[in-house]
């Protein structure tokens, strides 16, 4: 199973389509594991194999993933609501979770089982031919069923129908193990039936250990590795306007992957052309990422981590008011059209500007900015002035 995120543009199934993927993939499994279980527990018991009867518990352990499946299918693919804004994902993870506590369970309960069995050798079992063929099928079978899911899996970007597709391959992998007990206990080495009932059981505990524990950590919200975030930062720093970033955070929900930055742009840029850049790395990490569906963008004008804060100083309305308190006086003042403000370095920057026309000439121009921007320079907080002169626009 892997959890890499594909850096390559797949077909996307819709909520609706997906659940009708994932419901006839589950179905067709379930029905052969009815078969196989069915099959194993009744030849393992008159083949006299209890390799083969834990194989068939094994089995029947894929019967109760596969219901688990289709219900955690069915409510983690609805929409999200008011009370669930990021969706259901995460009832896919948390019944993998619990598929996962249950695997353990019954590894654990076979392989004590067995294991004293290993201790009392009149109580071990003595296989025959028949045992053997059975578990040959099963390899098969369990092995078609793996490939089947697993593309399922790949097309409906479901973490939890691949979990499902390796516990099929786990069952294919015992039954390996299984024909070789039986194999060798037909050849004279009696122990290696109950020997191999016990790999079995270890096997069935370790894979319900490693589901429990990748879906703990997606509940914990447990970031990308460093691979999956270090392919994602060089995407946000290819996007033209993007000077760096910082505070790049990542978690898994269900089958996607949630990310949020902070990105560094000119500090002069337009609102409109920062939120385009934003826009930007958002719709490239969502299309060169199956698994990114949702990006959250916070634009910086500079590195907050690195320089003074700006949140202790006055927003605009106030700025303002102080501002034009400081040009009282001022005839032209009234007359400014435009005030731009630059929270930058922990002061705001300002810029001012006038109509050509409230002045005579450059000179008068001149020293009207110094007085103007003497004035606002005044105020605590304030640090750069500029003030422009502008004719009537066409």
């Not at 059981?201 to 879906?215: N, P, T």
């Not at 560094?264 to 337009?270: G, H, I, T």
């Not at 501002?323 to 032209?332: A, K, S």
């Not at 007085?371 to 626009?393: M, P, Y």
Request: glycine share 8%.
């Amino acid at each position: 199973m892997t959890n890499g995120i594909a850096h390559h543009h797949t077909e996307s199934l819709d909520a609706g389509a997906r659940y009708r993927a994932v419901f006839r993939v589950t179905i067709v499994g379930a029905v052969i594991n009815v078969v196989l279980a069915g099959a194993k527990i009744l030849f393992g018991i008159i083949g006299q194999s209890q390799a083969l009867v834990v194989d068939g518990v094994h089995s029947l352990s894929d019967l109760a993933s596969d219901a688990m499946v289709l219900v955690a299918a069915r409510h983690g693919s609805r929409d999200a609501d008011e009370d669930h804004p990021y969706g259901h994902a995460r009832v896919e993870t948390a019944v993998t979770v619990g598929l996962g506590v249950l695997l353990i369970a019954v590894g654990a309960g076979i392989g004590y089982d067995t294991g004293s069995r290993l201790f009392v050798p009149r109580e071990l079992l003595h296989p025959d031919l028949l045992t053997l063929v059975v578990a040959v099928l099963s390899i098969v079978s369990k092995e078609g069923l793996y490939h089947y899911t697993m593309h399922a899996a790949r097309r409906a970007r479901s973490n939890l129908l691949q979990a499902n597709a390796w516990h099929h391959r786990s069952d294919a992998i015992s039954s390996v193990v299984v024909a070789i007990g039986i194999g060798g206990t037909m050849a004279g080495l009696p122990y290696l039936d109950a020997v191999a009932a016990v790999i079995v059981a270890l096997m069935i505990a370790k894979i319900g250990w490693d589901l429990s524990w990748q879906s703990l950590r997606e509940l914990v919200d447990t970031g990308l590795d460093r691979e999956q975030v270090a392919a994602v930062k060089r995407e946000i720093l290819a996007v033209d306007g993007v000077q760096a970033l910082h505070l790049l955070r990542t978690r898994r929900m269900g089958r996607d992957a949630l990310v949020d930055v902070h990105i560094l742009v000119d500090p002069k840029v337009s609102v409109s052309e920062g939120h385009q850049i934003s826009e930007t790395v958002r719709r490239r990490l969502v299309r060169r990422f199956d698994e990114i569906s949702d990006v959250l963008v916070h634009i910086d004008p500079e590195d907050d981590e690195a320089t003074m804060c700006s949140r202790d100083l006055p927003l605009r309305d106030e700025m303002l008011d102080r501002l034009h308190r400081q040009w009282r006086g001022f005839d032209e003042a009234r007359r400014i059209e435009r005030v731009t403000l630059h929270y930058l370095e922990g002061r705001v920057d300002v810029e001012v500007v006038l109509p050509l026309d409230v002045v005579a000439d450059l000179p008068a121009a001149q020293a009207l900015a110094r007085a103007l921007a003497r004035r606002a320079k005044a105020l605590d907080g304030v640090g750069e002035v500029r003030v422009h002169f502008e004719g009537a626009s066409a």
